[in-house]
């Protein structure tokens, strides 16, 4: 154990901790938020994220080109928004495809929910692959000269031409801040809490909780519960591709399967925060990130994903509910 590194590198391990707890709560958004309405974990909305990434990737190769580059943050502020437009649109149109393939029509017959949950790992493996095949596809419609910036060498890891280098800001402790810092967890925080205002303050956010409390009451009351199943599936997309752009911001490389393990980790943060509680992500994701980080620094890197999930196994066996443990039915006005 490397507890003397732990506390020399403290401030380092906090803050890049945050960082990417910040991206595991956005991604957990769209697993609670569809569990809170569905009770039914959407394993699919992993591929959500992963998707995002690539249209992310795709942006700067359209616009810049597959030479390699490296640029400060506030040189490509205005490219960076383009791709996380994209990123964003891109996540959410996979997540309406979801809904309406894999969950509508088994909501429709009322199926059981092992049904739907299978359908749901289904949906994961078919977008993880078909990603994993896109030369394949480019090929069966004759476009893969045409397409081959975005289809070659499907199964490697895909590099963002240009590299965001961060610029140091200011100093705490042992570590020197940076503007990459800065926006993915400020960016994050923003955004999570433009939704619990829109799910607080709306009309639709009331329609989601409703739904979520009592489905039938609901429907009684005139609400369209497929609407708002699309909605919540809309904005659980739109959270994963802003997640996607942050990711693609501060690690800048992605593949095929890169949602597989963030999917896991963002999961077990809804879970820790109390899964079905939009607030709970936020504490969950940013919980997981910190003590992720603090764990690698005593046990190894290669202990980093244990950490997390004996966290998640500790939480359960103490509080099965998760930290906080109120569902999105029953959030306050």
Do not use: C
């Not at 309406?96 to 739907?116: G, S, T, W």
């Not at 593949?255 to 709970?280: E, M, S």
């Amino acid at each position: 154990m490397h507890f003397d590194f732990l506390f020399q590198h403290i401030f380092e391990l906090t803050i890049t901790g945050l960082a990417l707890g910040a991206i595991y709560a956005l991604v957990a958004l769209g697993y609670t938020m569809v569990y809170g309405i569905l009770q039914l974990i959407n394993f699919a909305h992993s591929e959500v994220f992963m998707f995002g990434t690539f249209a992310f990737a795709w942006v700067f190769v359209f616009i810049h080109g597959t030479t390699s580059a490296s640029q400060g943050l506030g040189s490509t502020i205005g490219l960076l928004i383009l791709a996380l437009v994209a990123a964003m649109l891109t996540s959410a149109a996979v997540a309406l495809l979801i809904e309406r393939v894999a969950y509508r029509p088994l909501l429709k017959k009322d199926a059981p929910k092992l049904i739907a949950l299978i359908s749901a790992i289904g949906a994961s493996f078919t977008l993880s692959e078909l990603m994993g095949v896109r030369d394949k596809v480019a090929a069966w419609f004759g476009l893969e000269d045409n397409l081959s910036n975005y289809v070659s060498n499907a199964r490697d890891i895909y590099a963002n031409p240009v590299t965001i280098n961060p610029k140091g800001l200011f100093t705490i402790g042992d570590y020197t801040v940076t503007d990459v810092d800065l926006v993915v967890i400020g960016a994050a925080l923003a955004m999570m809490l433009a939704l619990d205002i829109f799910v607080r303050r709306t009309r639709f956010g009331r329609g989601i909780r409703a739904v979520a409390q009592d489905p039938e009451s609901a429907l009684l009351m005139g609400v369209n519960s497929t609407r708002i199943i699309q909605i919540t599936f809309l904005i659980g997309g739109l959270m994963a591709g802003a997640a996607a752009a942050l990711y693609m911001l501060k690690i800048g490389t992605t593949r095929q399967n890169a949602g597989f393990i963030l999917g896991v980790k963002a999961f077990t943060a809804a879970v820790l925060g109390g899964i079905g509680n939009l607030r709970g992500a936020l504490l969950g994701g940013l919980l997981l990130g910190v003590v992720e980080n603090w764990g690698s620094a005593v046990f190894g890197t290669q202990w980093k994903d244990v950490v997390a999930f004996v966290l998640l196994v500790l939480i359960l066996l103490v509080r099965p509910s998760g930290l906080l443990g109120e569902a999105l039915g029953k959030a306050r006005a």
